[in-house]
């Protein structure tokens, strides 16, 4: 049962534009998610956060909005660079616990 | 500080042998967690480790199984593997304190693991 889900496995966006990743969950535990960044080969690379007391976290170009009723959040990237083309995991976790729940991921493509 | 280590990188089995990868944790970190991430299905929680011990685990049958020594290094072993095992094994650690005092967690690069 997947509690987290990126239902766009692929996002294809033009340099210098606004990239949106969705990202929805079913368990209403969750109560912290984050975003991954994972190029080839290598781990997935922290990118921002947000807890459930928030419905906004800003960092440069990357926002994350979390809408609790709806259990939705969306990754905002503006503008969009090409060294931003990378698969994009969103990932959830219930109060003190230290695991995360994955969705299955999104891959950018931004196009110079 | 060094990132997350994880060996061996690349590594190929057959059918019904077992293997054992290794995760060298950022320092001073203590906790250590696992996830398989295969195409389609995302990274999937295995299990995560605490001061040598296990705090929390997925839903993976018991072949699957793990290990924190005292230096917060951690093992995983897969016994009598399947073709269904292949996958990117990937550790994480973190300092064990939760999401909400600012922490986080800090992948290694994977260790890519394939059952013929």
């Known amino acids: 049962d997947q509690q987290v889900k990126q239902n766009s496995p692929s996002l294809s966006v033009q340099e210098g534009r606004i990239s949106i990743l969705n990202c929805d969950y079913t368990n209403s535990m969750f109560d912290y998610f984050l975003w991954y960044k994972k190029y080839p080969a290598e781990g997935p690379t922290f990118l921002i956060s947000i807890s459930s007391i928030k419905d906004k976290n800003e960092d440069g170009r990357f926002t994350v909005f979390l809408n609790k009723s709806a259990k939705h959040l969306s990754l905002h990237i503006v503008p969009s660079q090409p060294g931003d083309s990378a698969v994009y995991f969103c990932a959830a976790s219930a109060s003190g616990a230290n695991n995360l729940f994955f969705g299955t991921g999104t891959r950018l493509t931004v196009i110079p | 500080k060094a990132g997350v280590t994880q060996t061996p990188r690349y590594l190929i089995k057959t059918r019904g042998q077992q293997v054992t990868l290794s995760c060298s944790p950022i320092s001073g970190h203590r906790s250590v967690s696992w996830y398989q991430q295969t195409p389609g299905q995302g990274l999937q929680f295995l299990f995560e480790?605490?001061?040598?011990?296990?705090?929390n685990k997925g839903n993976f049958p018991g072949r699957f199984s793990g290990r924190q020594f005292s230096n917060s290094r951690s093992e995983m072993n897969v016994s009598t593997l399947e073709l269904g095992d292949s996958a990117l094994y990937l550790c994480?650690?973190?300092?064990?304190?939760?999401?909400?005092?600012?922490?986080?967690?800090?992948f290694g690069e994977g260790s890519w693991l394939t059952v013929v």
């Open positions: 994480a650690s973190s300092d064990g304190q939760g999401f909400f005092s600012g922490n986080t967690i800090y």
């Open positions: 480790y605490f001061s040598e011990t296990q705090r």
